[in-house]
DNA sequence: ATAATAATATCCATAATACGGAAACTAACT
DNA sequence: AGTTAGTTTCCGTATTATGGATATTATTAT
């Protein structure tokens, strides 16, 4: 009668996930009826599907009666971190043995970018970021090739969500500057970071096509190491890994 | 006809996290064969289930036709872990204004221990332990006072599966000194990390009881500092604000 | 304090949804 | 090329999830 979306998928497994990912968007904490009116789901169907979660540990249930994210997602969530970073890991070696110096890949997590995966430079120098940790998207080299593969309203509203602090002067300080240098890194192919995030430090990154969660790579180095003729190794480089990960990704039936 | 274990649960969310949490346990790459004789459920179940993940981006399938847990759970670990982490922060800063030396909640995670939340010591001391950083059990004042609260059972496979690393000459190096150390702590209701992990670091955990997840909190600190007469002080505030945090975590219906 | 209001939780008849046996298909091994 | 093991699709069946109506509990107003 009602037509869904998805030809074949079970519905109230995704029913149930489309909540889970309600919660999160909402920052842990909702009520029964909030979902109620962010979905078209009656009530009694929303209160037993997250009665099933909390029986099983993936929500819980606040003194406020709202609804929260459990702790056994914890598991889940790592699992899934640790799985597609042994993914990614090959390929970013792969990199940083060609080019020496530190590769990472991220994923965009709500508003911001997470790293997922990281192989260090085996030059001696500190590494600017680490695995688990979060980013915006406007000021680092994953960050922006990543939001070159939304659209404009996307990114008007992640950057609105996620503020747009600058933390070096060369940082992109409006959301119409941002929106020009996407249409840059569109053309282009690839997107830079150019001392944006931390004085000294620049980074050539580049999306994983198709990848079910918006997904980017990236190389970065000192300026000094990390120049022109850098990255005309680099970018050849990078596009093939990027390839390389979203067929890995993608290899579905 | 068939009984169900739990009353009220929707059946297919069930199955579809008991098949996560398979695919976790087998460490991130399961064949759907594999599943259907971890579970008593008829392959074209599993595989409809399966599927339904898959193209919600909470499972992947690799080339080798194996199925993996998908990115999209990345973002709700880190939601949970974040929430969990808001709710335990308060009660791990007040031990730290009072006892002023780091506080840590950690969950067991499979086989190990996940700090989830940390608040430093205003000392100027280095941090032993990061948020999202795993560890042994056996060793640590929260592995141990989790291990605590299981059967014998269950702590020889958590501690098989693991292993028992020894990082300082005063760990525990096997499964029947840990037995031991686990009825002292029984008794006791806390659990003390005797430089087991670290030389020169001392710590006092206690379980949060009755958890979904199986969770403790401790303080830690240089020997010199953290002694019997700190114990004393100690012991009183963790009991209080593990069962705080238990209070919050259970407040349900 | 007490009443009015709004939210959450439970019931239960209905039928739509998920189920799983059987068969088709695909890859891997001999 | 033939065989086996594993994966995927089909489709009639009935079990399972559904959601309107109702009861219950929290919250706010009086």
């Known amino acids: ?15 149930v996930f489309e909540l889970l990912e309600l919660i999160t968007d909402a920052g842990g904490e909702v009520t029964l ?29 606040l003194p406020n009666r709202r609804y929260a994210l459990g702790p056994r997602l914890i598991r889940l969530g790592e699992g899934a971190n640790k799985q597609l970073g042994a993914l990614a890991r090959p390929q970013l070696k792969h990199l940083v043995d060609s080019l020496g110096e530190t590769s990472n890949m991220a ?14 430079s085996p030059h001696s120098m500190r590494m600017f970021t ?50 020009e240098e996407l249409g840059r890194i569109r053309g282009r192919g690839y997107s830079i970071d150019e001392q944006e995030q931390e004085l000294g ?16 790579i990236s190389v970065s180095g000192p300026v000094s190491r990390v120049d022109e003729r850098f990255a005309e190794k680099a970018v050849p480089l990078l596009r093939a890994a990027a390839q390389t990960i979203s067929d890995e990704l993608n290899l579905a039936s």
């Open 1 to 15: 009668m009602a037509e869904k979306a998805a030809g074949g998928g079970v519905q109230s497994v995704e029913r």
């Open 33 to 61: 009826s909030e979902l109620s009116s962010s979905t078209d789901l009656p009530l009694p169907t929303i209160h037993r599907l997250l009665r099933t979660l909390v029986t099983k540990g993936y929500a819980r249930q």
């Open 107 to 120: 994923v965009l997590d709500s508003d911001m970018v997470i790293y997922i995966a990281q192989v260090p």
């Open 130 to 179: 680490e695995v688990g940790r979060r980013a915006h998207t406007h000021d680092t080299g994953v960050g922006k090739a990543i939001l070159a593969q939304l659209g404009d309203d996307a990114v008007r509203s992640i950057v609105a969500r996620a503020g747009m602090p600058t933390p070096t002067e060369k940082s992109i300080k409006s959301i119409d500057e941002l929106l």
């Open 201 to 216: 430090v620049r980074c050539f990154a580049m999306a994983v096509p198709n990848a079910p969660t918006p997904t980017a």
